[in-house]
């Protein structure tokens, strides 16, 4: 496992295609990317119970869903965190989040990590806007949802919701990579 | 004057800045080893390795000037400057008050996934820089600092 931990990690850049995952869902479930046979893509969200900027954007995450899920771009949201690292991001935590704030998703727990790693996320919330092609989802934006954190009426730039729509369009998407200030990932102790 | 010497140094307050400021401490000409710290209250590594900019904060004849860069929102200001009176902040702080967040990270460090704690140390004299996005262990900072000299 170290080998995956050291140096400069893979990361899925645009363009990429993913490889599939199987996770634990809040109801106990395992959900996989490739159960989304008739998806056009996915909007994969690394998120967390803990921090600021997750609770900032929970309820614009589940906008996004809702907006999207019909439109064949489902919100599938997964907790990366290590709970020994983060008590407050543990399985049970995570399944009263969801009933909490009625999550219409999967909110799926990355308990080895794996799959941020292999995503390259390193922050929460952390987005990756997928497009399917035949059957692989390939990478079609990496990044934050908006340009305000703290006030989504004040957000002048909407880069998720301007990605999957011109991925819906057809069209090319226009800002493909964006950074925001966020908590890092809470990754096991190596 | 005895009251004077037995008190000890006020806290410094937050100074609410815009991107603007930072660049000004990244294009310095200044011979001073600048190091610039990214936290927020609400991150437990961060207030975790304070102590340590501090600690090097208070070695005036090491020729360094700290800079902590506070990143929570401009309106818990008054979180903020509570926070540092509590745990008695000496040095510089600047509340970066620019919540379009993508459009500075890279000029900070391009390498900057946008995680914090994170630390910028240039050497203003050769040009050259360290970053680190991680908590500093102990005697971190002292180490990359001398590898700037």
Redo the contacts between chains.
């Keep these: 496992m170290a080998v995956l931990t050291s140096g400069s990690p893979l990361r899925y850049e645009i363009g990429d295609a993913v490889a599939d995952f199987k996770l634990k869902n809040v109801d106990g479930k395992m959900v996989a990317l490739s159960d989304y046979t008739a998806a056009k893509g996915a909007i994969i969200i690394f998120d967390c119970n803990t921090c600021p900027y997750s609770r900032a954007y929970n309820d614009r995450i589940i906008s996004l869903n809702k907006k999207y899920s019909e439109k064949g771009f489902p919100v599938i949201a997964i907790n990366p965190n290590d709970p020994q690292m983060s008590p407050g991001d543990s399985y049970e935590e995570n399944v009263s989040r969801a009933k909490e704030k009625k999550y219409d998703f999967p909110y799926l727990m990355d308990e080895s990590q794996v799959v941020a790693r292999s995503f390259g996320a390193t922050n929460t919330p952390h987005v990756f806007v997928l497009q399917k092609n035949g059957s692989d989802f390939k990478v079609a934006y990496i990044g934050t949802i908006d340009n305000n954190s703290r006030d989504a009426s004040s957000a002048s730039k909407k880069y998720v919701e301007d990605a999957v729509d011109a991925l819906i369009a057809g069209q090319p998407v226009s800002t493909k990579t964006t950074k925001a200030i966020g908590c890092g990932i809470k990754w096991k102790n190596s | 004057m005895t009251f004077c010497f037995l008190s000890a140094a006020t806290a410094q307050k937050a100074i609410v800045v815009k991107f603007d400021a930072l660049q000004k401490i990244l294009e310095t000409k200044s011979d001073q080893i600048q190091v610039i710290n990214?936290w927020a209250t609400?991150?437990a590594?961060c207030v975790k390795e304070l102590p340590l900019l501090e600690k090097l904060n208070a070695q005036k004849d090491l020729n360094t000037k700290i800079t902590l860069i506070n990143?929570d929102?401009a309106?818990k200001l008054d979180k903020v400057n509570e926070f540092m009176a509590r745990k008695n902040i000496q040095s510089v702080v600047l509340l970066l008050d620019d919540?379009?967040?993508?459009?500075w990270?890279?000029k900070v460090d391009k390498s900057?996934?946008?995680?914090?704690?994170a630390t910028l140390i240039i050497n203003p004299r050769t040009g050259k820089r360290k970053f680190v996005?991680?908590e500093l262990k102990e005697g971190e900072l002292e180490n990359l600092i001398a590898e700037l000299k």
């Design positions: 990214f609400w991150c590594p990143l929102y309106d919540i379009d967040y993508n459009s990270i890279d900057w996934g946008g995680a914090i704690p996005e991680k």
